[in-house]
């Protein structure tokens, strides 16, 4: 795929078919069908994470972000609900400190918690959420807009290089899939 932009595509006006292109990209990384994690999986998130600490519903939500590599973002409206029923069955205790209500495991929680021995349920959130996973989209667009500024502002010589550079880039991104 020699030459796999069309011809006259930079250096014509025709950014907005980049920009396109990015958000194109960025969609298919968006839009997963189905749940990333199991039913369950954000009550013993949080479970697991306040038997380390007490925290509140925002460290909470962060803390998962953060240890799933950004592929698992509990909502509010999933985390805080789960926050109320484990307060209800007696599992955590809720004290307000500096405005923000702070969560800690009580006794019978901390016999409910994971044990250490567990895996934790932001290692078993999908395929799809593996560590660097997030940065995935991430580097893809920050490719696509340097194309573009190539595009805009490369002469014809720099833009046939780097069509020659995202030539190579492709075969090798079809290689390491081809690896086992």
Do not use: C
Not at 78 to 106: F, M
Not at 117 to 140: Q, R
Not at 147 to 170: C, F, I, M, P
């Amino acid at each position: 795929m020699r030459n796999s932009f069309p011809a006259g595509w930079f250096g014509t006006g025709n950014i907005d078919g980049v920009w396109q292109a990015v958000e194109d990209f960025r969609s298919r990384f968006e839009k997963r069908s189905g749940s990333r994690v199991g039913r369950g999986e954000v009550r013993a998130a949080v479970l697991a994470l306040l038997a380390e600490r007490p925290m509140h519903g925002y460290q909470i939500i962060h803390e998962i972000e953060e240890r799933s590599g950004g592929g698992w973002k509990p909502s509010a409206g999933s985390v805080y609900p789960t926050l109320q029923l484990l307060a209800d069955e007696g599992l955590i205790t809720a004290e307000e400190t500096n405005g923000r209500k702070i969560y800690s495991l009580t006794e019978a929680g901390r016999e409910e918690a994971p044990g250490a021995d567990a895996s934790p349920p932001w290692e078993s959130a999908g395929p799809v959420s593996g560590i660097g996973f997030a940065t995935l989209p991430k580097a893809g667009v920050e490719l696509a807009q340097v194309v573009a500024q190539v595009g805009r502002t490369g002469s014809q010589k720099q833009v046939q290089e780097a069509v020659t550079v995202l030539d190579e880039a492709r075969r090798r991104l079809y290689l390491i899939l081809a690896q086992d």
